[in-house]
């Protein structure tokens, strides 16, 4: 556990002051703006804020209009990183209500990124009644179309200002939300990946299986490099023998083989270098309820190129809280190109990805608890 971790003094209801109503996007303000939102842009209107000292630990939770932040030039979290975030969604619930999607799991993983940079842990219990409160005052935000969503974006980050090299001893968690659709175009379109050899997302003992915007920045130039070679999306490599396949954008990865009435879906092993994705762990579960095998094997480059040339390799697709599944047609490299599937998209990612947003949406009995329903 967290050395850091307090009792907050947060668990009291929170201090909510909405948009007053005159001030409030018109229906169909909103509506225009939510019709084709892409990712990221149409932020809703309300925000939540706490913060964490070392003499009060985790207080002052409010809900508040969206607005900008103020920060001093000399605050932590700007000069030295200690920056951690998540990201989940809200879904409309063939009931009428609205449905929050594994908010314990999301807590758990900031949790898990906080202690890696020295932060203070969110309790899984506050996590959640901030996720609730602003889903709760931006309900009319949360698309009824199957496939939209309420992405749901919370920032932890050092807000001390003293530059001394140390763990800060103030902190700000941050909520925001914007409405989504599809992060790439197409939903499940094959994308063309290319295998990156000269630059790796992360290395043993780094921050590879933490959440943190270092990480992403660092993905920038290899995935531009990428898409100067046609392609959608990179594929990062092993930081130590550049053969292991780990992670595709800020992806997991699945491989398919065998028949497809009984399939088995492959999965590179975390080993502290791959973000351990929720929508990961839930495809397992789900491939696991229809009956299909799943494993965690490292898989190399090469193997990849011999199974697809060979035929036995029936599929490989990603997945993410923001893309939910993708499949790959086209790998290219700096040793040539090859396809998976004829380059075609193929049955057991359209399966999965059918299977999870019929659960996230309310379409089928949600047999794991998955959903946490807002009233």
Known sequence: MNHRTTTPAAAAPFDVAHVPPADRLTTAVRTDRMRHPGFGRVLTEHMVTIRWTEDAGWHEARLRPYQALEFDPATVGIHYGQIVFEGLKAYS????????????????????SATRLAM????????TSAVT??????????????GKSLYLRPVLMATEADLDLRPAREYLFLLIAFVTDNFFPGELRPRTVWVCEDHVRAAPGGTGE???PGNYAASLLAQEQARERGCDQVVWLDAVERRWVEEMGGMNLFFAVGPEEAPRLLTPPLRGTILPRVTRDSLITIASDLGWS??????????????????????????GTAAVVTPVGTVRSAAG??????????????RLRTALLDVQHGLVPDRH???VPVG
């Open 93 to 112: 619930l063939a009931d009428g209500r609205v449905g929050i999607f594994r908010p314990d799991a999301a807590a758990r993983r900031l949790q898990r």
């Open 294 to 319: 799943t494993s965690e094997e490292p898989i190399s480059v090469e193997q990849w190129r011999r199974w697809a040339d060979g035929g036995s390799l029936r599929e490989v697709f990603a997945c």
């Open 337 to 350: 190109d090859w396809t998976v599937n004829g380059g075609r998209a193929g049955p057991l990612a359209a």
């Open 210 to 212: 933490a959440k943190t």
């Open 369 to 371: 608890g998955w959903m």
């Open 120 to 127: 203070p842990e969110m309790p899984t219990a506050l996590f």
């Open 133 to 146: 409160e602003l889903v709760r005052a931006d309900r009319a935000w949360v698309p009824a179309e199957v």
